[in-house]
């Protein structure tokens, strides 16, 4: 068994939205419902400064764009928000620790050791780490729970190692040559919303 990376946190409303979009955003659906909303909207404006034969149809694509883009927006904004306040368990603090062995995962209601064939994609960006799961679902891992960015690297390295075909990121928390990506600075703790 290798080395054990404990993390300890507790989430932020603004930090779950954030990580809900990142999720939503590297989905393939999403960007083809926002192509199509987009391009109806487009189509009921061209046909309404171009044509006045038939400008019920015009303003009904109009219509059809402006809902779709307006659930579009829904679906960014409010509703994480909206299930983070619904859900408890987003407001527990979480203690993770990760091996080779897989996740021991630990919250005031769940004490369970979960193995890495469950998760199949790893989405990063410069302020989390996403581990897809089943239909929809992602553990959130966010960079500011490291305490430093070796121990950030030693994550990064482990994610490689354990779901190696499932990266959907260049660049997973280290250069080629090993060295950090990145100067870590922690951020100060965040504020509690309650």
């Known amino acids: 068994m290798g080395e054990v990376i404990s993390l300890r946190f507790k989430y ?18 999403f960007w083809i419902r926002f192509a199509v909303s987009s391009f109806f909207f487009a189509i009921g404006l061209f046909l309404v400064s171009i044509w006045d034969l038939d400008i019920g149809i015009s303003f009904f694509l109009i219509f059809i764009g402006v809902a779709w ?12 928000r909206q299930a983070f306040r619904r859900e408890p368990k987003f407001r527990d603090e979480y203690l993770l620790q990760f091996s080779d062995d897989g996740i021991h995962f630990k ?3 769940i004490d369970a050791l979960i193995q890495w064939s469950l998760y199949s994609k790893v989405i990063e960006n410069e302020r989390f780490y996403l581990m897809v799961y ?27 190692r354990q779901l190696p075909t499932s990266l959907d990121s260049k660049r997973l928390g280290a250069s080629q040559t090993g ?8 951020p100060p703790e965040p504020p509690d919303w309650r």
């Open 107 to 109: 919250t005031a209601q």
């Open 134 to 160: 089943g239909q929809n679902m992602i553990s959130v891992i966010p960079k500011r729970a490291f305490s430093n960015s070796h121990e950030e690297a030693a994550f990064a390295k482990l994610l490689r």
């Open 12 to 29: 932020t409303q603004e930090e779950y939205a954030a990580a809900s979009r990142l999720y939503m955003m590297h989905s393939a659906g």
């Open 69 to 80: 883009l307006l659930i579009w927006f829904l679906q960014l904004f409010v509703v994480p």
């Open 179 to 186: 060295e950090p990506a990145r100067t870590y600075v922690p």
